[in-house]
């Protein structure tokens, strides 16, 4: 630990690399196996480019923005992307059945334990395969991490997880009733649309505190951070499925209930890992989606991006198929039993940004 008032070294001396460097190496053995994993599925490993006209259309995600300029010194807008989605159902659309990417990633506003300016997201997609296929690849990839690391138990902030236990599913409408006694499905209409009023009632009773201009989206945010998201991946992983519609931007409904849609996220000790989706592939629908999103952002944040209309093509072209983003340097973290995100990150970006 750090004398107060003594500054840390700098992640490039002897000392500090030292201290990291069997983080480090953990880190690559992990990427190496799930490396493995992919090809031996027949999936081909692609390289998207970081610069992109949008980069993505989810309200609360912050890019980083730069202009490319033309022979004649013209500028035009480009942003760094905050994930390969987009260029990877565009290759969907162009005939890839099965692909997988370790993209470098970049979202402003964020740094800390679990977070940093630029990031490795595993990103793969299965053509023809529903997203419960998806959370068996969770499964095996959090197994395959600690054989790989030699790890029998992760842990963080004084949670554990085993990995070779089979993770437990839980939908959102279970996670609300379970630790927050709140009914969320009663404030959806089978039409997606949502009750502001009739949920923040019976947040009221949970004893979070509300504010008057709380939305629909920032009740449901407020109950998932403060209720829920503490309790899950405690002593094995938690996959947490169904969310609303309103709250899967990118997802197609779910048949079995329309108010819902087909997305997960996996956590294992507290921490969010992965994010996945049955692919929504209708483009009109999508526009609208993206539209309502910037509309959001717009509000909120007084900001907005542009949205990709060769994506939206694409999307009208794209074969049914399930993906998941999963945060490579966050499992490297659990299966080493690092810290902060920093220290499997072979060289951090500059510390002046915290």
């Known amino acids: 630990m750090n004398r107060p008032g003594v500054s840390a070294p700098p992640w490039w001396s002897k000392t500090a690399h030292a201290d990291r460097r069997p983080f480090l190496i953990g880190r690559n053995k992990v990427q190496s196996a799930l490396r493995s994993y992919f090809e031996k599925g027949d999936f081909i490993e692609v390289d998207t480019a970081t610069l992109q006209v949008s980069p993505g259309n989810e309200t609360h995600l912050h890019a980083f923005a730069t202009e490319a300029l033309t022979?004649?010194?013209?500028?035009?807008?480009?942003?760094?992307?905050?994930?390969?989605?987009?260029?990877?159902?565009?290759?969907?659309?162009?005939?890839?059945?099965?692909?997988?990417t370790f993209a470098h990633v970049y979202r402003n506003r964020e740094?800390?334990?679990?977070?940093?300016?630029?990031?490795?997201?595993?990103?793969?997609?299965?053509?023809?395969?529903?997203?419960?296929q998806l959370m068996a690849d969770c499964a095996d990839m959090l197994k395959l991490a600690a054989e790989t690391t030699g790890t029998t138990r992760f842990s963080f902030r004084g949670m554990e997880a085993d990995p070779f236990a089979e993770p437990?599913?839980?939908?959102?409408?279970?996670?609300?009733?379970?630790?927050?006694?709140?009914?969320?499905?009663?404030?959806?209409?089978?039409?997606?649309?949502?009750?502001?009023?009739?949920?923040?009632?019976?947040?009221?009773?949970?004893?979070?505190?509300?504010?008057?201009?709380?939305?629909w989206a920032d009740l449901f945010s407020k109950v998932l951070v403060e209720k829920i998201e503490p309790h899950l991946g405690?002593?094995?992983?938690?996959?947490?499925?169904?969310?609303?519609v309103?709250?899967?931007?990118?997802?197609?409904?779910?048949?079995?209930?329309?108010?819902?849609?087909?997305?997960?996220?996996?956590?294992?000790?507290?921490?969010?890992?992965?994010?996945?989706?049955?692919?929504?592939?209708?483009?009109?629908?999508?526009?609208?989606?993206?539209?309502?999103?910037?509309?959001?952002?717009?509000?909120?944040?007084?900001?907005?991006?542009?949205?990709?209309e060769d994506f939206l093509s694409a999307l009208s072209m794209m074969p049914?198929?399930?993906?998941a983003a999963l945060g490579f340097d966050r499992l490297a973290m659990l299966a080493t039993g690092a810290t902060r995100i920093d220290q499997?990150?072979?060289?951090?970006?500059?510390?002046?940004l915290s």
């Open 71 to 100: 022979i004649d010194g013209r500028a035009a807008p480009l942003y760094l992307h905050t994930s390969p989605e987009f260029a990877a159902k565009k290759l969907l659309s162009a005939g890839e059945s099965r692909l997988f």
């Open 111 to 132: 740094r800390g334990p679990l977070h940093h300016p630029e990031f490795t997201m595993l990103e793969w997609y299965r053509v023809g395969e529903d997203y419960e």
């Open 168 to 215: 437990e599913r839980l939908t959102l409408a279970q996670a609300f009733d379970r630790f927050g006694g709140i009914d969320l499905l009663s404030s959806i209409a089978a039409s997606g649309e949502t009750d502001r009023d009739l949920l923040a009632a019976s947040v009221r009773n949970s004893g979070i505190r509300l504010a008057e201009d709380d939305t």
């Open 234 to 244: 405690q002593g094995r992983a938690t996959i947490l499925c169904e969310y609303p």
């Open 246 to 308: 309103c709250e899967a931007a990118l997802a197609r409904p779910s048949a079995r209930d329309p108010r819902v849609a087909e997305r997960f996220e996996l956590y294992a000790c507290g921490v969010e890992l992965a994010n996945a989706f049955g692919e929504l592939t209708d483009a009109a629908e999508q526009r609208r989606r993206f539209e309502h999103e910037m509309a959001e952002k717009t509000r909120i944040y007084g900001e907005t991006y542009p949205i990709d």
């Open 320 to 323: 049914e198929a399930s993906g």
């Open 344 to 352: 499997v990150m072979w060289a951090p970006v500059a510390e002046v």
